[in-house]
């Protein structure tokens, strides 16, 4: 149990949570593809509400990975220099997921 705890990382923990949540990943995908508006955003993430874009902008602005932008009437999201960073996990995951979907069954919906 020991050799256990000593891999345990709260930093990682934390990192895998916060992409893990439900639509995080997919948001954060959407606004490395360049989404900013809040319409395009969740336009571009099927089965997306207004509400649950809503919470995990605000959770992702409160961290430091987004920042709200509101210098037009237009309310407008930019992922910070810390947001950008996860350009090539997001890119790896991808690949792991090709991977995963021609040799494994469906994962169940949640």
Not at 3 to 17: G, K, L, Q, T, V
Not at 38 to 63: C, Y
Not at 76 to 100: F, K
């Amino acid at each position: 149990m020991e050799e256990r705890d000593a891999d345990y990382c709260p930093h990682f923990h934390r990192a895998i949570e916060l992409i893990g949540r439900r639509w995080t990943g997919a948001i954060l995908q959407s606004m490395l593809g360049g989404q900013t508006r809040f319409s395009d955003i969740r336009d571009s993430v099927p089965g997306l509400s207004d509400r649950m874009l809503a919470e995990r902008l605000k959770e992702l602005d409160e961290i430091g990975v987004v920042n709200r932008c509101t210098e037009t009437r237009d309310v407008n999201y930019y992922l910070t220099d810390v947001g950008r960073q996860i350009q090539p996990v997001m890119d790896s995951v991808a690949v792991w997921a090709e991977q995963l979907a021609g040799q494994a069954p469906p994962l169940p919906s949640t």
